[in-house]
């Protein structure tokens, strides 16, 4: 069992999260934050490993990771 | 369930300046990690430059000086003389570093300051507009090279990593990305060593991190990415270039 928060006043939506993602379980979302971005969110939280992989390559720590 | 992955303590707890997908915030963090790991936060003072790097003192939760420009390396020589205990490290862009401080930086690495330089490698002024600086690569367009970089009149993109390796002085120099979760990883490992140099006094230590400028480059953030791992990687091979004490 794994599960990732995404910080969505945090995030930038440049996507990187959605390339590092060992399961492509990321994308992003349609809404816009109050930056003025697309946060990214996750497709199926069950699916999820933890790797953690998204939240090491975002550059605006906008994600945290529990395993 | 518990969290795997925390910010490091060495960084506040703010959102950044930094374009969407530009590096600078990630190599923010691996420096924080790496200061956590030696847990020299309260003694680290930073030495930040002119660029968008400007704001390290707002990011980072340690003590930190502003450099003039390009002269980041010669106020870390004296910042680290007159506290010897302290760790000092700079933190530079490519205009800063290659150009207006090339003088600077090639004195301290061939002194063998007890310093770790970070020297972020985007192949442009990024604050300023994207000028050309002296890693833009040969063809590159930007701003002051309209048509490309001419290596004929510009020259050919100085690899810093490289050209200090060779001065006796420098104990340790590299050059990692941080363009996907493999190199990542590499570059989280050779900060570690290059702070390990100062901890163990034993020298000058060099990064030299490529990354990624978007709003300059003229690209969505997955592009730019993307030519960190293809184009820029191509020319800045990533690598070790020198390890003296082999740590
Ligand atoms: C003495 C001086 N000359 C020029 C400038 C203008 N200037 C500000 S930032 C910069 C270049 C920054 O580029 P780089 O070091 O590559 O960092 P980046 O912004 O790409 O991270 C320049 C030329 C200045 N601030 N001071
Ligand atoms: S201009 Fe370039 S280097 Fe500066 S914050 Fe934006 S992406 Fe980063």
């Known amino acids: 069992m794994a599960r990732i928060e995404i910080e969505e006043a945090r995030c930038k939506g440049c996507g990187l999260c959605t390339i590092a993602c060992s399961r492509q379980l990321l994308v992003l979302s349609e809404r816009i934050n109050y930056q003025g971005y697309t946060p990214a969110q996750i497709t199926d939280q069950e699916k999820c490993t933890g790797c953690a992989l998204c939240a090491e390559i975002c550059p605006d720590l906008a994600i945290v990771v529990f395993r | ?247």
């Not at chain 2, 847990?39 to 450099?67: H, K, M, N, P, W």
């Not at chain 2, 301290?108 to 192949?123: P, S």
């Not at chain 2, 002024?125 to 970089?149: D, E, F, W």
């Open chain 2, 1 to 247: 369930m518990q969290q795997v992955f925390k910010r490091p303590v060495s960084l506040k707890d703010v959102q950044t300046h930094f374009c969407p997908g530009c590096h600078h915030g990630t190599i923010h963090r691996l420096v924080a990690e790496a200061l956590d790991e030696y847990g020299v936060q309260q003694r680290t003072i930073g030495v930040a430059s002119v660029g968008c790097s400007v704001f390290l003192y707002g990011y980072f939760d340690i003590d930190v000086v502003e450099a003039p420009h390009g002269r980041a390396a010669a106020v870390a020589t004296g910042v680290k003389r007159a506290r010897p205990d302290s760790f000092v490290f700079t933190y530079q862009g490519d205009g800063d570093l290659a150009a207006i401080g090339t003088a600077e930086i090639i004195h301290a690495a061939n002194r063998g300051e007890d310093i770790c330089v970070i020297f972020v490698n985007n192949t442009t002024y990024g604050m300023t507009g994207g000028q050309m600086a002296p890693t833009t690569l040969v063809g590159q367009k930007t701003s002051t090279s309209p048509y490309g970089r001419n290596q004929s009149k510009d020259g050919a993109p100085i690899r810093m990593a490289e050209l200090l390796a060779q001065l006796k002085g420098v104990a340790f120099s590299a050059r990692v990305a941080v363009n996907s979760p493999k190199n990542l990883m590499d570059a989280k490992k050779q900060i570690k060593k290059a702070f390990r140099y100062q901890v163990e006094g034993k020298g000058f230590s060099f990064i030299e991190a490529l990354s990624a400028c978007p709003t300059n480059w003229g690209m969505n953030p997955l592009q730019a990415n993307e030519r960190v791992g293809s184009e820029m990687t191509d020319y800045f091979k990533l690598g070790v270039f020198k390890n003296v004490e082999n740590l």
